[in-house]
């Protein structure tokens, strides 16, 4: 007898009748003779209405006040899935993330899971119950609700699925897997039979929504074997695994992009060597999360420095460094939103020299203007346009050969 972790995003149990079909998956696996633990989102957009109340009732609420708000959308359908299981004549409880044993970190909003006390969920197991845990919520040790960030379902799944030894993961969500790049912008991206941790990672850092970032680090980490596939059709769908046995040649596996990024320079620093990291600290301490930095040492000109942020953030990084100009030096801040980040991810990458240049000679030749660029081992961001951003997206796809039509090619 296996145990399996199945979990289902908000599409999935967006309605009564996702949630009918939501049970029969269960059923299912049951029915193989599985124990199974299941991990739900909230309904359809419940979370994304919930934040919109807060909003209309206060500019900034509190990030206490948001999490125990934002964990009733997964509380609904907790109950929901066990009663629909109920009627089909299957015995299933629910728990909450506190209910489950989920600590976290005190931190509101985004918070880590510390550890799992797994006794409850496996004693209900023990006993033979379908287990339905809530996503995206957890308790600190001072007992308070916390959530783990928008999308976090997954790594609620992932989390339960190391702590209790699954046999596997089941992501199952609106789409039959992972693909080349986000299927809803480009129709003919193709999904992938597999993928490796580490270009998952960086493909979901990068922006590919598909897979919340942390529950693919804790997969890795622990080692957990993790299927995305669709809730709806019953195709296999994508393993996330520690080598990806298929397609192994590929030098570029995926793109993904992010819109919403800003760019912002600081023009003129007259101490560079205490003004770099003094920036830097600063915006740290607001909490303000720089992503792509460059820095331009010009012997005659004015010494800038370049750095990315998300434009939800450009006001209150322009309004820190404003705050702050006397102690950091410098002549002049430029700004410029309406950017996006396109990032194309592939293992390949190492030993093949020449991607980059490949890169952006394909966005030169479709008049891309390239803003900024990061590399790492695997990956290669590009700062672009917002306008530009699909279009840059399509032809990086073609020219990489990840086009459906390739498919097998390699
Ligand atoms: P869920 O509610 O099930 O967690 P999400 O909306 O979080 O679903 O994630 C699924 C969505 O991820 C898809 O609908 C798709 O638009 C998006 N996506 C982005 N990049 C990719 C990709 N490379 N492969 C598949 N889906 C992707
Ligand atoms: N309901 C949460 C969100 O919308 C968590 C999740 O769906 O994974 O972000
Ligand atoms: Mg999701």
Redesign the pocket.
Known sequence: MALIVQKF??TSVGSVERIQNVANRVIAEIQQGNQVVVVV??MGKT?DELVSLAKQISVSPSKREMDMLMAT??QMTISLLCMALKEKGYEAVSLTGWQAGIQTEAIHGNARIEHIQTERVQGLLNEGRIVVVA??QGITADKEITTLG?????TTAVALAAALQADKCDIYTDVTGVFTTDPRYVKTARKLQSISYDEMLELANLGAGVL?PRAVELAKNYHVSLEVRSSMELERGTIVEEEASMEQNLIVRGIAFEDNVSRVTVVGMEDQLHTLPTIFTTLAKHQINVDIIIQSIISSGEPSISFSVKTDDLQKTVDVLSQYADTLGYERIEHESGLAKVSIVGSGMVSNPGVAADMFEVLAGEKVEVKMVSTSEIKISTVVNQAEMVRAVEVLHQAFQLDAEMAGAK
């Open positions: 995003g908000g989102s909230a979370t959308g997964e996503g995206f928008r999308g976090g379902s997954d919340h």
